[in-house]
């Protein structure tokens, strides 16, 4: 095995914490000596041992704990993401494979939080170790592609969703949306709610749809265990609902809810009023829901919120279900920008998946322009 | 092999006709005695032999006249489309079956024209023929689709063609639409060009767009051989166009070129002027492209003629691509219908492929709503 393929292992087992770990970064760990594994591991839920702490524990289980500091010591280490250097709900990785005596460290990219950012690798080369940075690094940014955002930006992963038809519209004049796309997509869409830690809409499409904004599938649909636990994201409104009958669903159920708007409202039970006294709050409201722990959320609309995010470039992936039907004019256009001064300098999204769902396409873009 | 596996044979054996026979539909016959193929044919070119005349003389050829002729009497042919029972440029071949006295017929389909329809299968019973009609009849269908069409709705197979942004928009105010589908889409699309018989725009998008209309790739690209001819495809134009300085490139070449409308126009050199009386003269001029050997055509815009085949449901086929950027209000969009009463209601496309070209989608659908 060469040096690639165990940094691909390492990012196999990173996978393994996904969606556990957040907002921490998944991270996989491989321990090498003479080109054999000796140990692997990962970290596996927020606030638990981090991956080089795994793979150390997994050597021990392995040979026993005497045999196991003889091999590590003068061992490589695999890791995709910079070991840390700070103590917080764990010692910090560098100095236990410091303590360890490992001989090299690969890792896959540097941690971009800016408390970490290189003083782990930095920590290793004063005690002696070789450093190799790099390895597979676009595979390890592109696993942690929420963390990185996170980090980077302050804010959320944004995810933008729409469904529409083939002249780009969501609604009838009437009003009426259900049902556009197919019910495999709109499967494939509770999917993605699965996926991340918050669901936004704007408070027009609040109160006009009263959704329910939940995963509505079983375990089984989720791939998860008999026992696990469905996880209900968060529930965020942009602008200033208030709890009404015509809103009732939102405020059903126990999910955490998140309210961003100018007014004040008191905190109750489940619901947070975030007040902002900036008309244009929106990055404000992003940083806070972020300081929350929603590292990641699922924009649904409407019109008007999906342009907001647009507009201000505040998105990271654009989530597209068309279905091959004709609303006409008249009909409610997805979205509502302005023109591009030329066709060339319109921004231009980089597909990353093309789908189909029965006679739906979903289609899904990164935004390379941030 | 089983009776499925000699039709599917005849069902490729006929494909190798594809572009040459036009308008006669693709047909391949296979000739079957002791479950072993014997004989095997296509028709190749219009106006020359049919599929099982071919298998015969193929038959003759590896084996000679005399034990061909033995060999044939009491087999079992296998032919996508029901053998002709009207002398055209050849001779009825349910005639030639029956001089050779075959045992069984299978076919997949009747022959679509009420002429046939039906009367080369009556004919072959009865001379003690036995016959079977259906086998993979959907796929004999979908590889004839053109041809059923001609003959069942007597006009061109039309498929329609845009290429527009996420947000449904084919241009800018301005007019600009260079280039909103990038140079894979845009190849492509001139590969659908050289699958049709005719390409067909609108008056004003001739005017207002200058267009060549025709197809510009090499033999390689068109996986054509050395010494093929590229035929180019008729140009079309709904609307009174003259000839004129801004429409240069649509009167230049050697295209036969067919314009329709209710102005009168001497026929000129390769341009042919159809006039009507009726304002809404559509179906009466793409019957007469039929008659004109036009068995398929390619819309290609601008918004209004688009408009014109859907709201007429004058379609078979549509082709989308579509572009990751956003063109904005303001901007031309590729359709202008109105809306439907009820999403429900709402003419739903079938989704029959689905590709990628970079960072570009081409959907294609069938409008089954005929």
Sequence with gaps: MKDLDFMARA???????????????????????????????????????????????????KFGAKKAIKLIAGSSV?????????????????????????KKLFC???????????????????AGIETNVGLLRDKCK?????????????????ILKSAQSLDGKIALKSGESNWITNSESRKNSHYIRSRVKGILVGRNTAEQDNPSLTVRLTRDELGLGKNAVIEQPAKIVLGNLKK?????????????????????????????????????????????????????????????????????????????????????????????????????????LKMIKLERFKDDTKTTYYNNNL
């Design 11 to 61: 990012i196999e087992l990173a996978k393994k914490g996904q969606l556990k770990v957040q907002p921490n970064p998944m991270v996989g760990c491989v321990i090498v000596k003479n080109n054999k594994i000796i140990g692997e591991g990962w970290h596996k839920e927020y606030g638990k041992d981090h991956a080089e702490v795994n793979a150390i524990k997994n050597c021990k289980k």
């Design 244 to 348: 009404s009958k015509k809103v009732s669903k939102i405020f059903s159920g126990n999910s955490k809810i998140f309210i961003g708007s100018r007014q004040l409202a008191k905190k109750s039970k489940n619901v947070e009023y975030l007040q902002y006294k900036k008309k244009n709050f929106l990055e404000e409201f992003l940083k806070d829901l972020l300081d929350r722990n929603i590292s990641s959320i699922l924009v649904e609309g409407g019109q008007k919120t999906l342009n907001t995010f647009i507009v201000n470039n505040l998105f990271d992936e654009l989530v597209l279900y068309t279905a091959p039907i004709f609303l006409g004019k008249g009909s409610k256009d997805a979205l509502n920008l302005n023109s591009p001064a030329a066709i060339k300098t319109a921004m231009r």
């Design 142 to 158: 592109e696993l942690n592609r929420v963390f990185f955002t996170n980090q980077s930006k302050s804010r959320p992963y944004i």
């Design 78 to 102: 695999y890791v995709n993401l910079e070991p840390c250097s700070i103590e917080k709900n764990t010692p910090p990785c560098s100095n236990t494979l410091i303590e360890h005596q490992i």
């Design 108 to 126: 896959g990219t540097l941690d971009p939080n800016p408390k970490i950012n290189g003083r782990g690798i930095k920590l290793l080369k004063k």
